[in-house]
């Protein structure tokens, strides 16, 4: 493989590996903790801009988080632990190995494999494998660590059966297409529904290029699609953007997701009805798929809509291309009663939901399926007809500001962003895929590591969830640095936070009904039980640690920042209450 490897380096040469590296790699990394997010079925995972490594957190029962291992205690994790390219993961290292470092990652769904793009624009994936989904060159399941893409053709890019070049990659249940830097795509694993575009149905270990026409390898008796420059997958089916903004799909279509205007499985890719041009971008969700249109920020959207993700105001399945509907209902030609969703800079599709990243706030609007809160609002599921949004609705915005997210990821229930370089997920929770140290679903964001130092300790953690690796926005310690509404944190815990912490209920008790809102001057000194954290077995005043003088004061917020300090080494570090001087 070392052989192979670098045969593919020398093909492409250096200049070529920098250019492209550079192009598509994360383009902001020094400003970001996490350059790139990605959310499958049950696993997230995101790539840390500061040196590239992957990392995952979730579900592990097929290898999805490619610790080498999928036996306890990593059946699942609700933290993120970082993807070993060797070795196998022991709770603090990857022993006997390396981690993964990549430029662009991507997960899949329900079948549970995912993949990154590393050095030398190779693609490396993992877990679950049983048509040869990872494309090593064999159907072994689980992969439980990241295994180089193989290919098979004469393209210059298949160099000694390693397929390089590639600077984009996507992944669907069981099968993964990739992009490569001069357009040409290429796909392997399942093929039943032809998603794989080479003109048959047979599936694939290794990668090959999508055909235009003919079929097989090389695309025999015809010629390989070329000209692109974005893809995207779904469950069962496959899409490509053309340099001219126009959008092509394959692969099962029986609710319409190929866009054609029929319900027949397609094997190459056929031309989406309507979208000749004018696309920005594409996505794809289980059996539905949307287009970014580039004059207006607008969306149209097509196939499967019985939760509402297609955002046309209906649950009527397309099988063209239709309008999101910001209001109203798409009646044919237009949002009839209301009008179209504008403003979206991008797009992502889950499996029963889609969001989009907009250029203004609310900076995110998502639509369909709410069981789980995977559209980052308080709608309650429980509520008849509330399950659903048939059009975008805005998602609940922290009680300190309207944050703007630099990258959005639609899972299967869950939804994840990146927002002030960290990241924030909401919804469906059961495997621990929204990252936050637990596996309780929420239907509103919730956030971590407010000081980006890369780890959750207790000065992000609010008396409402006692280490529970949930920021409370209205309940956690480091509120303010100046008395002069900046609204801007200092990241640490100090005497003019513990004064925001009694200002804020007075002498009544009673919590300010706008978190942010300034004290008065001089504040008023007094303890009050709702910031008390209760979670400290040595005092019942977490807070006031001088002992019996009831008063929360600098001092006491100093003893909280010296005894607690700023790590990860000690999941719920013991406050000891400091003597009566």
Partial sequence: MKH???????????????????????????????????????????????????????????????????????????????????????????????????????????????????????????GSNPYGQVGHGSTTTPVVNPAHVQCQGSNQYCVGGLLAGIVRVRTGVQHTCALAWDGLVWCWGRNAFGQLGDGTTTSRSHARRVCASGSGLDCSGGTPLTGIVDITVG???????????????????????????????????????????????????????????????????WGFNAHGQLGDGTTIGRTTPVSVCASGTWNGSACSGGSALSGANSLSAGTGHTCALMASSPYVRCWGSQWFGQ????????????????????????????????????????????????????????????????????TSWIG????????????ELGPNHAYGGQRDPTNFYDFFDTYDNSNVRDRKVDSSDATRVVARNGTSGSASANPLTPPPTPPPAVYHPIYDRQDDPGSSQAWDLIVGNGTINGTDATAVANQLGDTCATPTPTLTPTPTP
Avoid: M
């Fill in 4 to 126: 192979l490897f670098a045969t593919a380096v020398l093909t492409l040469g250096l200049v070529l590996l920098l250019v492209f590296a550079h192009r598509f790699g994360p383009q902001h990394a020094k400003a970001l903790t996490f350059a790139e997010i990605s959310t499958g079925d049950s696993v997230s995972c995101a790539l840390v801009s500061s040196g590239g490594a992957v990392k995952c957190w979730g579900r592990n029962l097929s290898g999805e988080l490619g610790l080498g291992t999928t036996g306890s205690p990593y059946e699942q994790s609700s933290v993120p632990l970082p993807v070993c390219a060797t070795g196998v993961w022991n709770g603090t290292t990857c022993s006997g190995g390396s981690a993964l470092i990549g430029y662009g990652i991507s997960l899949g769904s329900t079948a549970g494999h995912n993949c990154a793009l590393i050095t030398y624009l190779v693609v490396d994936c993992w």
């Fill in 235 to 301: 469950s069962e089916s496959s899409c490509a953007l053309t340099s001219g903004g126009a959008v092509k799909c394959w692969g099962r279509n029986a609710q319409g997701q190929v866009g054609d205007g029929t319900t027949t499985n397609r094997s190459l890719p056929v031309a989406v009805s309507g979208l000749t041009s004018g696309v920005g971008s594409i996505t794809a969700g289980s059996r539905h798929a949307c287009a970014q249109i580039t004059s207006g920020g607008g969306a149209k959207c």
């Fill in 375 to 442: 559209l980052g609002n308080s709608v309650d599921a429980s509520v008849a007809g509330s399950a659903l949004a048939k059009n975008p609705a805005s998602w609940t915005l922290p009680s300190w500001g309207s944050p703007q997210p630099s990258a959005l990821s639609a899972g299967g229930a869950h939804t994840c962003a990146i927002i002030s370089t960290y990241a924030e997920c909401w919804g469906w929770n059961d495997f621990g895929q929204l990252g936050n140290n637990s596996t309780t679903s929420t």
């Fill in 448 to 459: 971590h590591d407010s000081d980006k130092d890369g780890c959750i300790d207790a000065y």
